[in-house]
């Protein structure tokens, strides 16, 4: 593993938002959805791509709150534009379980 330092770790801009619209990502390559994420001003709303078919529906992603990467810059999948990246880890089979906060936070919070 390699070390960073606090200011490496401060790169990274990770920001707390509320899913908006979700639906399946049609033309990936592994199953995924798209995502609507609200940041709240003044980042906005984002999308992602995010192979979170394993735990989730759509439906009931819309209204929780995730955490993302604000600061990478947009990446193609298939004919999808994503801009943000969705946090997760994986489960003992590998399939994506959300990184979340606890409690409701403000959208657009700043990890630290």
């Known amino acids: 593993m390699t070390e960073i330092t606090y200011t490496d770790f401060e790169k990274v801009d990770i920001r707390a938002g509320t899913i908006r619209a979700a639906q399946p990502l049609e033309g990936a390559r592994k199953p995924a959805l798209r995502l609507e994420i ?5 980042i906005g709303v984002k999308k992602s791509s995010a192979q979170l078919t394993g735990h989730y ?3 009931a992603l819309v209204g929780r709150q995730v955490a993302a990467v604000v600061n990478f810059p947009p990446r193609q999948i298939g004919k999808f534009m994503s801009e943000v990246l969705t946090l997760g880890f994986p489960d003992a089979a590998g399939a994506v379980v959300l990184v979340v906060p606890d409690k409701a936070v403000p959208n657009g919070g700043k990890l630290f």
């Not at 609200?38 to 003044?42: A, L, N, R």
């Open 57 to 59: 529906t759509p439906e």
């Open 38 to 42: 609200d940041f709240g001003p003044p």
